[in-house]
């Protein structure tokens, strides 16, 4: 495989942006090489500008569930374009979204849209402090909830796989109203809340964590935040950015019967253009600005481009079948891998939730992310090169769960898994 315009175009991007990336993991830090420069993308495939093709279980990070470039969604969003690209001002699709997220997550009885899922669990925490009245917020170890301030602790992927423990530029005061507890683990969640319960505004987690491979909650783990919540009159925060439209249609909370009182979402629900959502209870929305006291404001929140690619791809994915179809793709893939490394005598565990899966080099059973950071980096990092040689395109970091599309077909599976035999092999090769 060819990378010399990817390697080109990076070092060219590297003089005008930092890392030559618009987001840190782009750069393949923690897995070494060019990071493949994209020129487009169509259904499973996406292609860089050296002209390789690969088959894509990144898809944006999250959004891409229907495919790359479906002709419907771009449909959609020519529709809206002709119409004028942003108003400023409020438009009836804005409503049609909101109602679609609504019928698909009845918890979310009102919602404000936003343009990312950074924005979106920093307004929903905003909410939570003011509606309490309290300032400390409980987080989950490795689990990401945007790059905000208070949020940078503890959190998984992207910081964890450059090794910076929070970020400098985030000052003590800040992280200091954040705790951070082991993700699954409910006595040292029930210990935090015996300790600072009166002060702790919400609990915010990924319900099936996403930011540290793919590490589902453990039976009665988000049952039991939500009894701990009301115990201590914190309210409950799932942010479902990744999980939303991802795990079910009406997501984690859906999946595993348990209602937060605020839900964030992001990623699928703008199709693939920047659009976020944060909700819950109407009696703490209408707490937001202007109904309410609590400010929160965007240039291009509701933008009718976003709006057209969110509402096309939600419409889209109350097919029937559409669930079934993503979790048989995610479970193939992930119990082929893992027969695979059972055969060499790899250590090796899988997760898979509806349209997500993950691996970790680790024999299992992974529930924390002290557990997942035990996997072993070396071999990740060759099994991802090999892939990527043979045109599997992954997220670059064994911290990142994977996502399946609706264009993912069986033969797609199957040369996955082929290429997933050779990298097997050639990772014991390495040893
Ligand atoms: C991606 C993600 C975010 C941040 O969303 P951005 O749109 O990248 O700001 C927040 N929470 C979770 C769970 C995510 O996966």
Known sequence: MDHARSRREWKRAQRSIPGGVNSPVRAYRSVGGTPPFIASARGARIRDVDGNEYIDYVGSWGPMILGHAHPKVLAAVRAAMK??????????????????????????????????????????????????????????????????????????????????????????????????????????TRAAFERWGGEIAAVIVEPVAGNM???????????????????????????????????????????????????????????????????????????????????????????????????????????????????????????????????????FCTASVGGMFGFFFHPGPVESFAQAQQSDAARFRSFFASMLESGIYLAPSPYEAAFVSLAHRPRDVDRTLEAARKAFARSIRAR
């Open 83 to 188: 119409l004028g690209t942003s108003f400023g001002a409020p438009t009836p699709r804005e409503s049609d979204l909101a109602e679609a997220v609504r019928r698909a997550m009845p918890s979310m009885e009102m919602l404000r849209l936003v343009s990312s899922g950074t924005e979106a669990t920093m307004s929903a925490l905003r909410l939570a402090r003011g509606v309490t009245g309290r300032a400390r917020i409980l987080k989950f170890d490795g689990c990401y909830h945007g790059h905000s301030d208070g949020l940078l602790v503890g959190a998984g992927s992207g910081v964890a796989t450059l090794g910076i423990p929070g970020s400098p530029g985030v000052p003590k005061a800040m992280t200091d109203l954040t705790i951070v507890a082991p993700y699954n683990d409910l006595a040292a």
């Open 213 to 347: 491979g793919c590490v589902p909650p453990v039976p009665g783990f988000l049952a039991g935040l939500r009894t701990l919540c009301d115990e201590f009159g914190a309210l409950l925060v799932f942010d479902e950015v990744m999980t939303g439209f991802r795990v079910a249609r009406g997501g984690a909370q859906k999946l595993y019967r348990v209602k937060p009182d605020l839900t964030t979402l992001g990623k699928i629900v703008g199709g693939g253009l920047p659009a976020a959502a944060y909700g819950g209870r109407r009696d703490l929305m209408r707490r937001i600005a202007p109904e309410g006291d609590i400010y929160q404001a965007g240039t291009l929140s509701g933008n009718p481009l976003a709006v057209a690619a969110g509402l096309e791809t939600l419409r889209l994915l109350e097919a029937k079948g559409v669930y079934e179809a993503l979790t048989t793709t995610a479970k193939t893939l992930a119990s082929g891998l893992e027969t695979l490394a059972r055969e060499r005598g790899i250590p």
